[in-house]
């Protein structure tokens, strides 16, 4: 069965249980049948002697009676006379009637196994069952009561075979009709079979295409439906979707990644080769010495940065989280930061009470270390820097203003892209992840960003993080957690 289709294994299955079921209604037709029809012989039965009791009178005497042209039949009983009904002597639905004295003498009528019958007791209005030859007969017994019928009992006798006959037209039609339900149903189950599973091959089929990396924008098309094949290629659309976004980012990464490195191996080849090409001075030889280590440490950065990026992206639960305060980690941060005093620019911290959050310590440190190192690169001579946490309802917001040179209105959509660097003029300051790592790691706490700025007026970054539910309750019973600028 492993080396069949899914196609044939479901068409098999389906046939063989309704095969099954087709058996069964088939002896459970038979059986309920068997027993309905012993039933109506049964009842026919008592029906038939029950109205040939009505059937038979008593008369003193024939006076009155026009024997010539009469079809009752009349017999001398005791004192009198018996009539007995011409209809009485007829065999109605194979139901024999016999008229019997008490003491088993048969008066009138027919009966086909009186022999067998005579040993068996009148039992009045009760249903007896005799086997004669192996067939199977019902006995219904009636005792007369009418004035002058005392001491006379009438007997009917019916066979089981009275049912053969329309139970084999059942067998027949059953043995007939079943099998060709059966085939029908396989024909239609493995058409069905077919149709429905005709999305799962194209499923297939474009997996195999986009596996082979010809075509990544090749999606599954199925038309309008709601069904789960069509909900099952919507999310293998999505799923390619993505694929494609990741191999695009990944190759844009890539030659990204190489563009950025050729700059500076380019310049320490090239202060290499000038310097080995005759005997330099030793301020040149130092000069190119400190060219070489300055283009070095931003190959380092930058394969520092690419390092962390990568391994946050493929790598996450390298990341454990944790309960903290985020509160007092910015504090921590900002008290260090503040330190630098970067072309004088002042620091200013406004994070006051606590702040419990669950999330990665490293990674928020990096992210609040990047947006403030981005805030000194760009902020202006004497500038200001304002970091600022609070919380608001289920969310806690984190911002970094600075008056710096601002960002342009076009390149706001950009400057969260890999190695995307705004001012171009100062390109040699960074390395153009910064702020897409910031970005990496606000997604990885499932959080968002987004930036305001004005050219010449600042920018300021602002990163809302949703709280968890416990977070919230914390949140709800505890003041303090509200910061004011």
């Known amino acids: 069965m492993r080396g069949l289709s899914i196609r044939f294994k479901i068409t098999f299955w389906f046939t063989a249980a309704l095969l099954l079921v087709a058996c069964l209604a088939y002896v459970i037709v038979l059986f309920v049948n068997h027993q309905i029809l012993q039933k109506t012989i049964r009842d026919n039965l008592v029906e038939t002697v029950e109205h040939n009791v009505d059937e038979i009178e008593f008369y003193d005497n024939l006076d009155n009676i026009d024997l010539v042209h009469e079809t009752d039949y009349f017999c001398a009983y005791r004192d009198g ?96 009709l079943l099998p060709l339900l059966v085939l029908v149903s396989a024909i239609g189950g493995s058409l069905l079979a077919g149709r429905m599973l005709r999305p799962i091959q194209e499923i297939s089929a474009s997996a195999a295409h986009i596996g082979t990396g010809s075509d990544l924008k090749k999606r599954i098309e199925l038309g309008e439906g709601k069904d789960e094949l069509h909900q099952l290629a919507d999310s293998f659309n999505s799923m390619f979707q993505r694929l494609e976004e990741a191999f695009e980012a990944e190759r844009q990464f890539a030659s990204d990644a190489s563009h950025e490195l050729r700059t500076p191996v380019s ?3 090239a202060q290499c080769e000038y310097s080995l090409e005759e005997p330099r001075s030793r301020e040149e030889y130092e000069q190119a010495l400190q060219t070489i280590q300055r283009q070095g440490r931003k190959m380092a950065r930058l394969i520092h940065d690419m390092l962390d990026f990568t391994r946050l992206e493929m790598r996450a639960d390298s990341y454990p989280r944790e309960e903290l305060d985020l509160a007092e980690l910015v504090r921590s941060l900002c008290g260090d930061l503040a330190l630098i005093q970067e072309k004088g620019i002042h620091l ?15 990674l928020l440190a990096r992210m609040l270390t990047n947006l403030v190192s981005n805030a000194y690169r760009y902020g202006k001579e004497g500038g200001h820097i304002l970091v600022r946490l609070e919380c608001a309802g289920q969310e806690m917001g984190l911002s970094v203003a600075d008056d710096g040179i601002g960002i342009a209105p076009e390149e ?17 300051s960074g390395t153009g992840l910064g702020l897409s790592m910031v970005a990496e ?13 004005e050219l010449g007026q600042g920018s300021c970054f602002r990163v809302m993080l949703k709280l968890s539910k416990g977070q919230r309750k914390s949140a709800g019973s505890n003041h303090r957690l509200m910061f004011r600028g």
């Open 441 to 453: 790691i606000v997604r990885f706490h499932g959080g968002e960003i987004s930036v305001e700025s």
């Open 267 to 269: 310049v320490i080849t």
């Open 412 to 428: 706001q959509g950009k400057i969260f892209q890999r190695f995307y660097q705004a001012d171009q003029s100062r390109m040699g």
């Open 81 to 176: 006379y018996l009539e007995i009904d011409d209809d009485f002597l007829d065999q109605v639905n194979e139901v024999y009637t016999a008229l019997y004295h008490t003491d088993m003498s048969m008066l009138h009528g027919e009966n086909p196994i009186s022999q067998e019958t005579a040993g068996l007791g009148f039992l009045d209005a009760k249903v007896q069952r005799l086997k004669a030859d192996g067939i199977v007969y019902y006995v219904f017994d009636r005792e007369l009561s009418q004035r002058g019928l005392e001491g006379l009992w009438l007997r009917g006798v019916v066979s089981e075979k009275q049912g053969i006959s329309q139970m084999s037209d059942i067998i027949r039609i059953s043995l007939l």
């Open 348 to 362: 200013e911290c406004q994070a006051q009470g606590e702040a419990p959050f669950y999330g990665n310590r490293q």
